[in-house]
Structure formats: C-alpha cells, structure tokens
C-alpha cells in the first residue's frame, strides 16, 4: 500500500510561485502513475499533471508552460513547480498514485490519494 503526503501549499498572490511536495511511502511496482489533482468545491476534480516511472509527463492545458511535475527517486517525493500562478489556480491540491500503471492514461483510477494542500492565490 502507499501513502501520501502533500506539502507547501499557501495563499499567494496573482503572479507568484509556489512548490509542492508529496512524500511517497510504502510499495510502489516497477511500474506506476503518480498524478496531481485539484479541486474547487461545486466543480468536478481535474487532474493538473502526472508522470510514470519513465519520467514521461503530461500537463492539462491549462497549467501547461506554467506548472512542472517532476519526481526525486532518491527521496521518493513528487513535486509540482507552479509558476505564474492566476486566481483561478486557487484550489485544493492532492497528490494520487496507480501504482501497477505501466503509462498515464485518461480515466486512470488512483488507488491512493494524499489528504490534500490548500493553494490560494489572490488577485
């Protein structure tokens, strides 16, 4: 099983960065999925980026310029640099894994999910 933990989340303004982390613990395959999320209550969850073990990557469009993921196989951490952050950026952040995934597909099903960061971000 695998556990996450999500870190660096705050209130920043318009314009501004942020990094966060998530710490990644217990068995992971060979293969897998590590993914960022997001989330507004009253709207659906949109996932932001995900990487697989071969460091292949994706971002949603709208984060894409913006936001990087990137994973640290020495301190089992996934990352998610944001820069340029815009008010509609505001949201709660979890990471997710699949692990047994040998590629990032849509519809994807996590089966282990952080408790979340919260990102806000003010005009």
């Known amino acids: 099983q695998v556990q996450l933990a999500e870190s660096g989340g705050a209130s920043v303004q318009a314009g501004g960065s942020l990094r966060l982390s998530c710490a990644v613990s217990?068995?992971?395959?060979?293969?897998?999925?590590l993914a960022w999320f997001r989330h507004v209550l009253g709207k659906e969850r949109e996932e932001v980026a995900s990487?697989?073990?071969?460091?292949?990557?994706n971002h949603a469009d709208s984060v894409k310029g913006r936001f990087t993921i990137s994973q640290d196989n020495t301190n089992n951490t996934l990352s998610l640099q944001m820069n340029n952050l815009k008010p509609e950026d505001t949201a709660m952040y979890y990471c997710?894994?699949?692990?047994?995934?040998?590629?990032?597909?849509?519809?994807?099903?996590?089966?282990?999910w952080g408790q979340g960061t919260q990102v806000t971000v003010s005009s």
């Open positions: 997710a894994a699949a692990s047994g995934a040998f590629r990032c597909v849509p519809g994807l099903r996590y089966g282990s």
């Open positions: 217990g068995s992971l395959y060979r293969y897998y999925c």
């Open positions: 990487i697989d073990a071969a460091g292949s990557a």
